[in-house]
């Protein structure tokens, strides 16, 4: 069986390797090596016009938006808190475009700590700027415990309560058009967030690349691969509910006007997600 496609957006940061100083496309490996181990083959998504964003997603078979920077709080409406960190404006706008373009083709979309954040703000929803609780350390990754809504795609793959990989400071407040609730913390934070059946679209607030537990990576991964099989038989995937229908909200410094809705740098004292 041909592996499906992953594609996995990245980040672009200031970076030095042997003599170079640069700026960088990067991604902690655990990334691509998570979605080789889980059946699928990775391809790197760094930051890029959003107007490519279509052209892109269709030629994958699944979509990984990664953790990193806390998003900017104009994306949805509200003035940044103290302890939020610098925007990655360039992030903000691709990974929008992606998620987008993702949820109208109906490919699978699996969000990641900022990403889940980013899938609630492009459907509407807005965060909570800092949460307490669930960062060990600065440059850290914590565990704590997340357990499952029965009914949901989350508990068809994670049926149980289980520890997770975790760090951020940022959580969904208001959930965006069309999200359900499938996972908490034990202090109520919301842990996860899905569309209902048919689109496969998850997004987790903690890290399991981090981890040893496969099934979210295993499942969007299987969703994918049967897209692909759906494509080759001539029939078309569905769309996500909810797609495009991003309400209007304030664009960033320089942009034009956008429909709203890992680990962080040890350049600040914040930390993402």
Known sequence: MTKPL?????????????????PATLLPAAYPRHVRE????????PPDEPAAAAAVVARLDGLVVAGGAD???VRYGAEPDPRTGPPARERDSWELALIDAALASGTPLLGICRGMQLLNVALGGTLAQHVDGHVEAVGVIGRHAVAPVPGTRYAALVPEPAQVPTYHHQAVDRLGAGLRV?????????????????????????HPEMGEDPR???????????????????????????AGARAGILAGPGEETVGA???????????GG
Not at 38 to 44: I, M, P, T
């Open 261 to 271: 809705g890992e680990v962080g740098t040890a350049a600040v004292a914040t930390v």
């Open 216 to 242: 979210v990576m295993r499942g969007l991964v299987v969703a994918a691969a049967a897209g692909t099989a759906r494509a080759r038989a001539g029939t078309d995937g569905p769309a996500a509910p909810g």
């Open 182 to 206: 499938s996972a908490h913390a034990e202090d109520g934070t919301v842990e996860a967030v899905e569309l209902a059946d048919p689109a496969w679209v998850l997004g987790v607030q903690w």
């Open 38 to 45: 889980s059946g699928g083959l990775a391809v790197l998504l």
């Open 71 to 73: 998003v900017e709080p």
């Open 6 to 22: 992953i594609g996995v957006t990245t980040y672009l940061d200031q970076a030095r390797w042997g003599v170079w100083d640069m």
